[in-house]
C-alpha cells in the first residue's frame, strides 16, 4: 500500500502529517523541529501536482506528499475512479486530504516564500501556524494510522 | 489504452470531444441541439459529480474513452493524476492519456454551462451552450483528428 498525505503545495500540512504519522515529530513538536523536516517549505512558486516522498512507515508501506491545491476531494474521487478502470484494488493507495490544517497564517507565509524569498521568515511564520495547527494534524495521522493497522 | 477527456465540469467539452472520438457526433457537420442533449452525461453532471472518471464506450481501436471534471485545476489535473499513477502503478506504467479540452471552450460555453449547472436556468443556460458548443465544434473535432493522427 501507498499512502499519500495532501495538501494544497504538497510541503506544509501534509509535510507535518507525514512526519507525525512516521513518527519523526510528536505531538508537540517544536519550530525548530518543523523547519529541519524534509522537504518542508520547499516550493518556489504555488504550482500544484508536486509529489514528494516523506518515508516508510513501520509495515515498510511508502509515505508520500503531494500538493492539489484545494481539490482534495475530488483528486481522491479521480484516484479512487483511476483504480478502478486500472483494475487495481483500492487499498493499493490511501490518501488523506489535511489542506484544512493549513490555515490563513500558513497560506500568507506561501505569499511571501514566492513574492521575497529572500526573506527566511516565512517558513517560520508557517511552522508557528503548523504548530498551533498540530492536535488537527495529528488527528488526521491518527485516523491514518487505525486505517492501516485495520 | 485509456483516454481521459478532462474539463472544468465534465458536463460539455470532455463529452463533446469523446462524443466525436467515439462517433456519437458528426466530424463533417454542426450537430443539432437534440443530438447533443442526447448525449449521456451532456450537461447532465453536478457538483457532487466533480472529479468522477465516466467510461463513454471503446473506439474503433478498441481504446477506452473517459470523461472527467477537474473544477480549477487546469493543466494540474493531468500532472497530479500522473504523480498518483506513478505512486500506484507497477512497471510498465498503464497507457493513459489525459486530454485537456478547456483550450477550446468559449465564453457562451463557460456562461451556459455556469447557468445551467451552477444556477439550474436549464432552458436558458443550455439555449447558450448549444450555441457555443456549435461555435467551437470544429475545434473540438480538430483535437480529436490530432489526437487520433498521433496514434494515442
Known sequence: MRIVFLDQLGVY????AAAYYL???GK???????????????????????????GKNSSRDNVYTLGVGGAGKLIRVSAENLLNILGLKQDEIRLIDVSDCNTWGVKISWVFRVLAPQISCAAYISAFFLKKAMPRIAKWAEIMDNEVEI | MKIIYHCYGGSHSSVTAAAIHLGMLP????????????????????????????????????????????????????????????????EPAPAVAFVNTMPYVNVWMM??????????????????????????????????EQLKKNNF
Not at chain 1, 500540512?13 to 507535518?16: E, L, P
Not at chain 2, 450537461?43 to 471503446?58: L, T
Open chain 2, 111 to 144: 456562461l451556459g454551462g455556469f447557468l445551467s449547472r451552477r444556477w439550474g436556468w436549464n432552458h436558458l443556460g443550455r439555449t447558450i451552450i448549444i450555441a457555443g458548443t456549435r461555435q467551437s465544434y470544429y475545434r473540438f473535432v480538430h483535437l480529436v
Open chain 1, 13 to 16: 500540512a501534509s509535510c507535518v
Open chain 1, 23 to 25: 513518527r519523526q515529530v
Open chain 2, 27 to 90: 466530424e463533417t457537420r454542426l450537430p443539432c441541439k437534440r443530438e447533443l442533449l442526447s448525449l449521456p452525461y451532456y450537461d447532465a453532471q453536478v457538483k457532487e459529480d466533480h472529479g468522477r472518471i465516466r467510461f463513454m464506450g471503446y473506439d474503433e481501436k478498441g481504446r477506452q474513452i473517459y470523461i472527467s471534471s477537474k473544477n480549477n485545476l487546469g493543466e494540474s489535473y493531468e500532472r497530479i493524476m500522473r504523480q498518483l499513477l506513478s505512486v500506484i502503478s507497477k
Open chain 1, 28 to 54: 508537540e513538536p517544536t519550530i525548530a523541529e518543523i523547519l529541519s523536516l524534509p522537504h518542508f517549505a520547499d516550493h518556489q512558486d504555488l504550482h500544484t501536482g508536486k509529489l514528494y516522498y516523506a
